[in-house]
């Protein structure tokens, strides 16, 4: 056994790490605040026996570190993920004039009361962040006639998908699982306020929806869904490295080459490689931590877009 580590939150980016020092001959403990795994990219069972999501999410083709994490624990990206050939988008005021790039979220831990003096800690409490509602609607009949993931320009309700077209097949009615974005002031508002907004907005681009039934919804908030992209936060998120001898940052808010995407999190693997790894047995990382940088946009994806569909 190399040694021993313990990773606190047992979400993408948590389990990603143990899997890595798993491999690589350490004990490891995987510590979760919730009654099951996967955070943000989790999907759980209901009191109806229906299978939940925390988010609507879309992966793009171009995530190889995620394809090859999913083969490298059996699951081929094939059998696990469907895959689209078209993305669409929407405007409630005409043609869309901006595509969106989905910046999913950042949750931070509390940081432990002596770290907090340390300016990486203490400006990590500074970093502006972002909000977001997902909704998922249960409706009596089938208002959207195709299974695009569609982004939605000036609107609340800013992503969609009719889900009952590929993730959960049903046999009468339909699922649409929505994303409201920007949702700062909205974190407050009842369940029943947010559907009925959701509603709205939606009905300025599939006016349909406005004759349909919602037979049930789930409304789930993540309050902080992600590093605002204000000017210059995204250059002060933090390297995984940290002043703290064997203290080690992971996640989509920490530095990662896809920024605020699941996609980033087995990213976090090369930084563990050599960072962690080898200060484990007395040695210098071959490459100093890499310093905060301006992140630039991801590479052009190709044609082909997925939609995931999240275990339990
Ligand atoms: C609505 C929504 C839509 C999204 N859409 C997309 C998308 O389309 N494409 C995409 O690539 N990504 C998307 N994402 C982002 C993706 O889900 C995240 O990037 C990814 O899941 C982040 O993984 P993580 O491990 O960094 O963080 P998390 O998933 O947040 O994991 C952190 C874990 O730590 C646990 N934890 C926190 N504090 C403690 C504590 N003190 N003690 C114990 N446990 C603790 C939490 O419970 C959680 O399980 C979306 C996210 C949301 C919420």
Known sequence: M???AVIAGGGLA????AKLLVDAGWAVTVVEGLPYLGGRASTYRDADGDQVEQGLHLFLGAYSEFKALLASIGEPYDLVLFWMEQLQLQDTEGPAEAVFI??????LMKTPEPLRSEPLFADLADLPVAPAISVQLWLDHEVVTHECFVLVGRSEACVYQDQSRNAYPTSEGSRLSVIVSPADGLLFASDEALVL???DSLAKVVPEIRDAQVRKSVVLKHPKHQVQPLPGAMSRRPVQATPVPNLFLAGDWTQVRQHQTSVSIPHAGEHLRSGPLHQWRGQRPPHP???ARRVLPPRAAGA???RAMTRE
Do not use: A, E, Y
Request: charged letters at 30%.
């Open 2 to 4: 190399r040694g021993r």
């Open 14 to 17: 948590g389990l990603t790490c």
């Open 102 to 107: 989905i910046n999913p979220k950042r949750s």
């Open 197 to 199: 907004r959701v509603l």
């Open 289 to 291: 931590p890499p310093r």
């Open 304 to 306: 082909r877009f997925v």
